[in-house]
């Protein structure tokens, strides 16, 4: 079992880290809001804790281990609850978190069924089904983490993360808004809120 993967981050795309612990290369699934944090250390060593199972249909003989990535330990304790449930399981939720961890606890604990509704591939009923197992479970993730991320992000990550559920909410495509933020973030700048870092996404669309 590989619990733990540190190592040069020698790539990043959309929903993988290949990251170079020698003598070799892991590909690391990595959920959204992780990728924003690893994103600007391209080219150094970081370390993710690390979920390992087998993706495919038994039915068919078809099974490839895959690595999933997360921050902290604590963060890898939540994502497994939360493919505990119903109708989710390790790809969806590897769509669905695009917010932090303690976002999403958040909403679980205060049975938000419509803000869990936003987040991609999570409809009504799978809200309902997620509040339903782990609401008593969340207040140890929402107050956690939160403690926990204070020394992992900046304020500008979480500026990054809300402003991305914004243009999911506004009907941009994840890809789109993947695209978006990647643009106007290459400027290097300093965002004070989410409304500034949207004014530079949309600027930035203007000019292309």
Same mark, same amino acid.
């Given at each position: ?6 190592? *040069? ?6 929903? $993988?880290?290949?990251? $170079? $612990? ?84 958040? +909403? ?25 197992? +782990? ?7 929402? +107050? +956690? ?23 999911? *909410? ?39």
């Amino acid at each position: 079992m590989i619990t733990k993967v540190s190592g *040069q981050l020698i790539a990043l795309t959309t929903d $993988a880290a290949t990251i $170079a $612990a020698t003598p070799f290369e892991y590909e690391v699934l990595i959920p959204d809001f992780a990728r924003r944090h690893i994103q600007p250390h391209v080219g150094e060593t970081v370390s993710l804790h690390t979920i390992h199972y087998l993706d495919g249909n038994p039915a068919h003989g078809r099974l490839t281990p895959r690595l999933v990535g997360f921050l902290s330990e604590i963060e890898r304790e939540f994502f497994e609850m939360f493919c505990s449930v119903d109708g989710v399981g390790m790809r969806k939720a590897l769509r669905a978190m695009v917010r932090p961890v303690q976002d999403v606890a958040s +909403l679980i604990e205060s049975q938000d069924t419509k803000g869990l509704s936003t987040l991609p591939g999570i409809g009504p009923a799978t809200s309902e089904r997620i509040v339903a197992k +782990l609401r008593r479970k969340m207040p140890k993730f929402a +107050l +956690l983490v939160a403690q926990d991320e204070a020394t992992l992000a900046d304020v500008k990550a979480d500026i990054v993360q809300e402003t991305f559920a914004v243009l999911l *909410q506004l009907g941009h495509a994840e890809s789109d808004a993947h695209k978006l933020l990647d643009a106007a973030l290459a400027e290097k700048k300093k965002y004070k809120d989410v409304d500034t870092l949207l004014q530079a996404v949309y600027q930035s669309r203007q000019e292309d």
